[in-house]
């Protein structure tokens, strides 16, 4: 969010502590499987990671894609968590920078304020790992 002085706000404590727990299950699944697999592998890894540890969630939750107050179509986010963080992963060797596009469109369509962006075919998570904030 942006502040009435124009700086960007960070998501509340509670959005805060759902992306820190979802991080938490993510370095858990790719401890236990490492890069190599196919997204759809680490998806559903981490949907039971996150049931395993009580954290709510949607998989491939489906939502509108407005157009001047129009739906022109749909899309899917991997994870919707407890209705306030989009979770997006991959399984590629480096992010690009329309991966990133993809979460802040999510964020957008959601009126959304933060989403993660993680790559489970990096050899250390902490490097295929993205914390993006809308900033309108």
């Known amino acids: 969010m942006i502040n009435r002085q124009g700086a960007k706000e ?13 991080i938490g299950a993510a370095l858990e699944v790719h401890n ?3 890069p190599g697999y196919l997204e759809a592998v680490y998806g559903l890894a981490l949907a039971h ?3 395993e ?3 709510s969630y949607q998989q491939q ?13 749909q899309s ?21 920078p ?5 979460v802040i469109s999510y ?3 959601c009126n959304l304020q933060l989403g993660l962006l993680i790559n489970f075919g990096q050899k250390k998570l902490v490097d295929g790992l993205q914390r993006i904030v809308l900033t309108h």
């Open 10 to 22: 960070e998501p509340n404590q509670i959005v805060d502590a759902l992306a820190k727990q979802v």
């Open 53 to 55: 540890r009580n954290i």
């Open 49 to 51: 990671e996150m049931s």
């Open 32 to 34: 236990h499987l490492g």
């Open 61 to 73: 939750y489906a939502i509108s894609v407005p157009y001047k107050g129009i739906e022109v179509g």
């Open 98 to 102: 329309v991966h990133k596009a993809q």
């Open 107 to 109: 964020l957008k369509a």
């Open 76 to 96: 899917k986010l991997d994870f919707l968590v407890a209705d306030h963080l989009v979770v997006e992963i991959k399984a590629v060797d480096q992010l690009a």
